[in-house]
């Protein structure tokens, strides 16, 4: 089965720098989607992606997060200038078109500030 | 806001136990529900969903879920888990827009004892 696939697994970034987290959606899959799960605390939705634009977003997704389809594969979450509060796991998720379709998530992107 | 809650952080059941794990959602408009199930370093896993119809949905591996609209609740069972049901069961809903972006439960950790 076709899965969503999440690079790097472990990023550590020194605070302040950019980082730039990757995903590969699933092939036939048309709507995008970034989340979050600081440790301990409930997954946090940021971001939704579809048609090559931002379709909804939370109030986490500040200016210091952006998107990008920057080919016909990969779907990226840059975060700008890291704070130590950015630490999380992130969760890249994809599904086809159809309001039933659900979601389909990646392994995850462990990020640790410093 | 939708918002869903977990009752039962943490669960901790001996084999053949009986297994129902709460979840409750607040949303003024037609939900999509959803279980997803995150067995160690594993990738979030759909185990069911319910969209319309039947209120009892039945997922994968056994497990089952009965929507109650007038309790705005989406409980989880299983008759009898196994020492490999040991995993994070998160509860998830979408409101029927566009986005579709989820909102999960805090989740709960199951743990079955041998």
């Known amino acids: 089965e076709p899965e969503v696939t999440q690079t790097p697994s472990h990023q550590v970034t020194q605070m302040g720098q950019e980082v730039i987290l990757r995903c590969v959606p699933i092939?036939?899959?048309?709507?995008f989607y970034w989340y979050r799960q600081i440790l301990g605390q409930k997954v946090e939705f940021l971001v939704s992606?579809?048609?090559?634009?931002?379709?909804?977003k939370s109030e986490i997704f500040d200016d210091q997060f952006s998107v990008e389809r920057p080919d016909g594969s990969n779907f990226t979450l840059k975060i700008r200038s890291t704070k130590l509060e950015d630490s999380a796991m992130y969760f890249c998720?994809?599904?086809?078109?159809?309001?039933?379709?659900?979601?389909?998530f990646g392994d995850g992107t462990r990020l640790s500030i410093l | 806001a939708q918002s869903v809650s977990q009752h039962n952080h943490h669960v901790i059941l001996s084999e053949a136990a009986s297994l129902e794990l709460g979840c409750n959602y607040s949303y003024g408009g037609t939900v999509n529900l959803f279980w997803y199930v995150q067995y160690p370093g594993q990738h979030l896993q759909l185990l069911l969903k319910?969209?319309?119809?039947?209120?009892l949905v039945k997922g994968i591996k056994g497990f089952e879920a009965e929507f109650i609209k007038s309790k705005f609740s989406f409980n989880l069972r299983k008759p009898s888990v196994q020492w490999s049901d040991t995993a994070e069961y998160f509860c998830a809903v979408n409101g029927n827009n566009a986005g579709n972006m989820l909102t999960f439960g805090g989740g709960t950790r199951l743990m079955v004892k041998p």
């Open positions: 992606f579809y048609n090559n634009e931002i379709s909804e």
């Open positions: 092939s036939n899959h048309l709507y």
């Open positions: 998720a994809s599904r086809r078109t159809g309001n039933t379709q659900p979601q389909h």
């Open positions: 319910y969209f319309s119809g039947d209120p």
